[in-house]
């Protein structure tokens, strides 16, 4: 359960172009992958603020020697949002309390995960924020990425937009190297999906789907 | 004879819509409209921030329901109107212009 949470948690705040939560009555469902790094989630949004949701995070050290696998329930709350006529910007709360395992401690200890996320897009613009508290007994796994790129051009509703995104992020205890993450990014209405490779030279695929 | 012919005159509500910026984030208006039972056709433009909702014959549909609607998906609406285009005569209108 523990390792679910964790799982959920980081998805959360790596994705997300869009948000980490569909629209009303909708079903949102997430993943990040890397070898280090492998989470999935789904969350369903109970109002158009407010979604709750479970999910699983597989991390990795740098050095292969130290694991972590959380599961965990989530609740993502937009804090604040202003639209206007070319742009979009959020202010996102993040959420979620569940159980995390490792290889360096025996059974599972409760961790609790708040977090922000700030972004702001265009139809050609995106740039995010977002920080996160992984807390648990004897455990500080605290996160943060930043995020921007920009698209090649600008698409029709039913059209495939290619988007160049580069991502920073890094997380104490277990990834103290700064990973950087050049990838592509392609929206559809349907789909989002990025793939790319780290500084580390480990492939990513990260995707999202509403239903 | 001709007069006699009861056609019901084309009703689509065209909507500009602010914060729609991406497609991905939008499908929830598209499909918030489509599961309306009024409605005949839905037509997204994302460049020129406008839903066209074009209603089905005899149907009606308030404005207020379609503001709540697009609200619900995470935006807001800056003008809305009802016009007697079709959602694809808007399509090829605005396709036109570019």
Same mark, same amino acid.
């Given at each position: 359960m523990l390792r679910v949470a964790a799982?959920?948690l980081?998805? =959360? ?23 280090? +790094? ?5 969350? &369903?949004?109970?109002?158009? /603020? ?7 995070l597989?991390m ?6 130290k694991s972590r696998m959380l599961t965990e ?8 949002? +202003? ?13 979620g309390i569940g159980a995390v395992e490792g290889n360096d401690f025996s059974g599972s200890k409760l961790m609790w995960s ?11 613009? &995106?740039?995010?924020? =977002?920080? /996160?508290l992984f807390r648990a007994s004897g455990l500080n796994h ?14 029709? &509703?039913?059209?495939?937009?290619? +988007? ?9 205890g ?10 592509? /990014?392609?929206?559809?209405?349907? &789909? ?20 | 004879?001709? @007069?006699?012919?009861?056609?019901? %005159?084309?009703?689509?509500?065209? *909507? ?5 910026? !991406?497609?991905? !984030? ?35 549909? @308030? ?13 807001? *609406? ?7 285009? @079709? %959602? ?7 396709? %036109?212009?570019?």
């Amino acid at each position: 359960m523990l390792r679910v949470a964790a799982t959920l948690l980081v998805a =959360t705040q790596g994705l997300a172009q869009a948000g980490p939560m569909g629209f009303k009555d909708s079903w949102m469902a997430m993943g990040d992958l890397s070898p280090n +790094w492998r989470e999935v989630w789904v969350n &369903y949004a109970l109002t158009s /603020r407010d979604a709750v949701g479970g999910g699983l995070l597989y991390m990795r050290s740098d050095d292969k020697t130290k694991s972590r696998m959380l599961t965990e329930a989530t609740y993502t709350r937009l804090l604040k949002r +202003w639209n206007t006529k070319e742009s979009q910007a959020n202010v996102w709360l993040l959420g979620g309390i569940g159980a995390v395992e490792g290889n360096d401690f025996s059974g599972s200890k409760l961790m609790w995960s708040p977090g922000v996320q700030l972004d702001y897009e265009t139809t050609r613009i &995106y740039v995010s924020a =977002t920080t /996160r508290l992984f807390r648990a007994s004897g455990l500080n796994h605290d996160y943060a990425s930043v995020r921007a790129g920009f698209s090649f051009f600008e698409a029709d &509703y039913d059209e495939t937009q290619p +988007w160049f995104i580069v991502e920073a992020r890094r997380m104490r205890g277990l990834s103290d190297k700064l990973e950087i993450t050049p990838m592509l /990014r392609l929206i559809n209405k349907g &789909y989002f999906i990025e793939a790319g490779v780290n500084n580390s030279r480990q492939w990513r695929f990260n995707f999202m789907y509403i239903f | 004879m001709i @007069s006699g012919i009861a056609q019901a %005159a084309i009703q689509t509500i065209k *909507v500009e819509v602010n914060g729609m910026v !991406c497609a991905f !984030c939008a499908q929830g208006i598209e499909k918030k409209m489509r599961s309306l039972t009024q409605t005949q056709d839905v037509y997204v433009d994302l460049k020129n921030k406008v839903v066209a909702v074009q209603l089905k014959d005899g149907q009606k549909l @308030s404005h207020d329901t379609v503001k709540d609607l697009i609200k619900d998906a995470g935006y807001d *609406v800056t003008k809305i109107e009802t016009v007697g285009d @079709s %959602a694809q005569q808007i399509r090829a209108t605005t396709r %036109a212009r570019k």
